[in-house]
Each structure stands twice: as structure tokens, then as C-alpha cells.
């Protein structure tokens, strides 16, 4: 079975960049969509980002737009999340979640109630 897992975060200050990894495991990346979320203390899981296979035009969150640009490199299983111009309210446990290409797709509706498939995520904290 195919599994996600990220890596890339730390601490840095609002305005820092970082960059957020997904490797997929036991499985072709290129047949999945793959989606970002994250969480923070006492808040739910929210969608951050979604891209497709192929996809010219990935999904973002409101909050995040122009901020943040997701990408996928399937020869090497691996999507990422480049954060550019971080605020302490992107502080949260960021996670990267998939689902076949055969059922799904980012117009589908980007909410985690979709995703069965979590890694253990890594933290993004932004504070001065």
C-alpha cells in the first residue's frame, strides 16, 4: 500500500521560506492526486493545497494564495510545498494525503474527510 511522508519543516521567522517534501512509498506518484493540509492546535485539518497529475493549475487556499506553490516531480515520487513569505498563522502540523487518480481529482473538492492515507506530518512554526 502506498504510504506519505513528509518532511522539510522547522522554525523560522514571519517572511522566512521553506520547503515541504512528500514522498510516496510503495506506489507510481504519478497515480495519485496529491493534496496538502494542515493543522494547528485545537483547529481542524484544513486543505492547503492540491495538485493533479499533469496539472498546470493546482488548487490553493484562500490564505495561502500567492504565497505558497505546490509541484510534484513523479520520476522521483516526490511532491512539494514551497512556502514563501511565511506568517505565524501558517504555525500547524502540515500533512500530504493522496488518492488515486481513477477517482479522484482537485475539483472534487479539496476537504480531508476524503483522505485515508496520513504520515505523521511535520511541524511549520513561524514566530519571532
Given at each position: 500500500?502506498?504510504?506519505?511522508?513528509?518532511?522539510?519543516?522547522?522554525?523560522v521567522q514571519p517572511g522566512d521560506s521553506l520547503r515541504l517534501s512528500c514522498v510516496?512509498?510503495?506506489?507510481?506518484?504519478?497515480?495519485?492526486?496529491?493534496?496538502?493540509?494542515?493543522?494547528?492546535?485545537?483547529?481542524?485539518?484544513?486543505?492547503?493545497s492540491c495538485i493533479n497529475t499533469g496539472?498546470?493549475?493546482?488548487?490553493y487556499a484562500d490564505s495561502v494564495?500567492?504565497?505558497?506553490?505546490v509541484s510534484r516531480d513523479n520520476a522521483e515520487n516526490t511532491a512539494y510545498l514551497q512556502m514563501n513569505s511565511l506568517k505565524p498563522e501558517d504555525t500547524a502540523v502540515y500533512y500530504c494525503s493522496g488518492l488515486p487518480t481513477t477517482v479522484y481529482w482537485c475539483g472534487d473538492g479539496v476537504h480531508a474527510s476524503k483522505f485515508a492515507l496520513w504520515g505523521q506530518g511535520t511541524?511549520?512554526?513561524?514566530?519571532s
Open positions: 500500500q502506498v504510504r506519505f511522508a513528509e518532511s522539510g519543516g522547522g522554525s510516496a512509498s510503495g506506489g507510481a506518484l504519478d497515480s495519485w492526486v496529491i493534496a496538502w493540509f494542515r493543522q494547528a492546535p485545537g483547529k481542524e485539518r484544513e486543505a492547503v496539472d498546470p493549475n493546482p488548487v494564495k500567492g504565497r505558497f506553490t511541524q511549520v512554526t513561524v514566530s
